[in-house]
């Protein structure tokens, strides 16, 4: 039994017990029928609290079921139950309610959470929508372009948030349950709202839905489900309720049959398996609290920034106190940003502040448990930042790399002790990318690696774990694709052909208008190298270095691959002439590139080189280098990924 039913007095008790989230499987819904049942019977009832055990309040549907035929009792059903009980029901919400958790909330009467609660329905980022009410009952307890935002947005709010709104009628002083009998006691003191769906939709800004909704259905680019919550919160706004919710659920399972939500199961999954390594499965390391950045760079300064939003204490240091100064002067203007964006408060801001030092004296990094150089790209520079680090911090920290491409194991050999050296590659900027890669060198200790992992965690990243090689797994596959999509220019495409067909798959920006908005002389000062140590591929493209002998840097430069001059990516024929003009000088007869063609194309290189990266051990499963380059390239995360699309591994 996971559904216990108790009563105190007129009050009854119903607890969910279902750990580890309180997912709403077949046994936990027919335990709530029965509750209801159960307590429509119970003599002389005034009220009924729902809340559950553990950490946390429903955190939707299980997720588990979704490949299964829908089993009874369906849940719109038992929520039509509840709402339909002889007496009131009460949520009491802690933790998260999610999805059908929420749903179940919305079922009730009254909802009264927690401080620290989070309230929402991430339906939209499975491939589907609410299909238990969530779209007919929540504008009639929120106004409709704040329930559209979180159900076509799929972003959760505070508990607090929800107050403002009317979503919660009551945040708990102190005990949760304690404040939610409190409140059941009370009733008769408040109004009676009535049942939720017997509420008239609340509807003050018609010109502000339909402004949200145009931009919802922007955002959503390929995805179906962001644009079938916008048509099922219109139906809630025009339709009686009993349509509405008809018309909601057929479009639920609608999208639990599509390719797109079985995709995002896979997704969801896969990110919370990616983080996980046998090696460790018996390792726990603390997060370590107190961490070193060297170098303030872009990098650096993101990942100091990185930290000290995630509560840990960070000392930066740089070569003098100027540049170290500089170096603050970027972590505060990141730690400024996410004060005016409402990412954080004044009172977080001001913590984060506290917890910052930039230093150029190597002597304050000594009580560090963690330190991570982001220093110049180099291999000798690095060897040089780590020798002085082994000898300025104590020898149980960690150090750890943030390089793009060197051989970590190589770097590691160069150091007093090998073990402590594990390689941390964050992505740009460090402070907003969820994915990092823990990069694994031969002579890595247990400790070193569990306690990249939990700061990895404590930042709340998406963690895979990667191979030795060069680029890892992100910027390996990123390498070979762009590399093919250079010769498809030779052979007849042109970048803009190139863009749009990334685009049109799902892409947020095809791989030329990236190029242009990152810079194109960092890449080519890496060719340059290459070259200069006889590294040059055979069948080289010469494209990219004639516009960057041309100045054409980038959007930096107001020109790369595209003209910028009206500030925005505009094709330019002074490219095209380069491309054109290397064709005939390879002799190669150019041909026409479809956008189906230069995608099937990109695809295979994308699993070619994943193949490779598995068949090395660089990367532990498949899923992994979906999550990768999802999370790293904007790969549409509803196609589940280059390597789920290729199918069974
Ligand atoms: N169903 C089944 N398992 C779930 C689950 C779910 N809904 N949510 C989490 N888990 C598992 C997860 O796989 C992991 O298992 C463990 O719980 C801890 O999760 C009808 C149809 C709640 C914020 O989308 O966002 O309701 O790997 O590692 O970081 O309209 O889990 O340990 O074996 O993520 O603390 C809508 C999804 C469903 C919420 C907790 N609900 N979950 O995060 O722990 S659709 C969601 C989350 C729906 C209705 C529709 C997070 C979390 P294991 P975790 P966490």
Request: negative net charge; hydrophobic residues 50%.
């Amino acid at each position: 039994m996971t559904v216990f039913v108790t009563q105190e007095g007129d009050i009854a008790r119903v607890t969910l017990d279902n750990p580890p989230v309180n997912a709403l499987g077949q046994a936990q819904r027919a335990g709530l029928a029965e509750a209801v049942a159960q307590t429509n019977a119970m003599p002389g009832l005034r009220a009924v609290v729902l809340h559950c055990a553990g950490r946390s309040f429903v955190a939707g549907a299980d997720i588990r079921e979704f490949g299964k035929p829908p089993m009874e009792p369906h849940l719109p059903d038992v929520l039509a139950q509840i709402e339909g009980a002889h007496v009131p029901w009460i949520a009491a919400i802690h933790g998260t309610a999610l999805g059908g958790g929420l749903e179940l909330a919305l079922a009730c009467r009254y909802r009264v959470a927690a401080r620290g609660a989070k309230l929402g329905l991430p339906e939209v980022t499975l491939g589907l929508i609410p299909g238990a009410g969530g779209t007919v009952r929540l504008p009639r307890i929120i106004p409709a372009t704040y329930a559209l935002e979180m159900v076509a947005g799929g972003k959760p709010i505070s508990a607090t948030r929800a107050a403002d709104l009317g979503l919660v009628d009551q945040l708990a002083e102190g005990d949760l349950l304690d404040s939610a009998l409190h409140f059941a006691a009370t009733l008769a003191e408040r109004p009676d709202p009535g049942p939720v769906l017997a509420r008239p939709v609340l509807h003050p800004d018609p010109a502000a839905f339909e402004a949200l909704a145009t931009k919802l259905d922007k955002r959503a680019r390929g995805q179906n489900s962001p644009k079938e919550a916008v048509a099922a919160l219109r139906g809630a706004l025009t339709l009686p309720a009993p349509e509405a919710l008809a018309a909601e659920r057929a479009a639920f399972l609608r999208l639990r049959d599509d390719p797109q939500s079985k995709a995002l199961a896979y997704v969801f999954f896969a990110e919370r398996a990616a983080g996980r390594l046998d090696r460790l499965k018996d390792v726990r390391a603390p997060v370590p609290e107190r961490i070193g950045v060297v170098g303030g760079g872009t990098m650096g300064a993101g990942i100091a920034a990185a930290c000290v939003l995630a509560g840990l204490r960070v000392t930066l240091l740089e070569q003098t106190a100027e540049v170290a100064d500089a170096a603050k002067g970027r972590v505060m203007g990141i730690l400024q940003d996410s004060l005016a964006r409402g990412v954080i408060g004044a009172d977080r801001h001001a913590a984060c502040v506290a917890a910052f030092t930039a230093t150029n004296d190597p002597a304050d990094l000594s009580d560090a448990q963690l330190v991570i150089e982001a220093v110049f790209e180099d291999f000798d520079v690095k060897k040089a930042v780590l020798a002085q680090l082994e000898t300025v911090t104590a020898p149980d920290c960690v150090l750890a790399t943030n390089t793009s491409y060197l051989d970590v194991s190589a770097l590691a050999a160069t150091m007093a002790d090998p073990s402590r050296l594990v390689g941390l590659h964050f992505f740009s900027p460090a402070h907003v990318m969820k994915l990092l890669e823990i990069v694994v060198p031969d002579a890595v200790s247990d400790h070193a690696l569990a306690t990249g992992a939990a700061l990895a965690k404590a930042l709340g990243k998406i963690t895979v774990f990667a191979g030795v090689c060069d680029g890892f797994i992100a910027n390996r596959i990123m390498s070979a694709y762009r590399a093919d999509c250079e010769h498809m220019l030779e052979e007849g495409a042109l970048p803009w052909q190139i863009d749009a067909a990334m685009v049109a798959f799902g892409f947020p920006m095809g791989i030329y208008q990236m190029q242009d908005l990152a810079g194109l002389d960092i890449a080519w000062a890496m060719r340059k190298r290459r070259a200069a140590e006889g590294k040059r591929p055979a069948n080289y493209v010469r494209i990219p270095d004639i516009l960057c002998e041309a100045g054409r840097f980038g959007r930096k430069a107001g020109r790369g691959w595209y003209d910028y001059s009206s500030g925005k990516p505009v094709p330019d024929p002074e490219v095209e002439r380069v491309i054109l003009d290397e064709s005939a000088r390879k002799g190669i007869a150019r041909q026409d590139f479809g956008a189906e063609a230069i995608m099937a194309r990109i695809l295979s290189v994308m699993q070619a080189e994943g193949d490779a990266i598995l068949r090395e051990g660089i990367a532990a499963r498949a899923d992994d280098i979906d999550v990768v380059m999802i999370n790293a390239f904007g790969f549409p995360r509803w196609t589940g990924g280059p390597m789920y699309l290729r199918g069974p591994f």
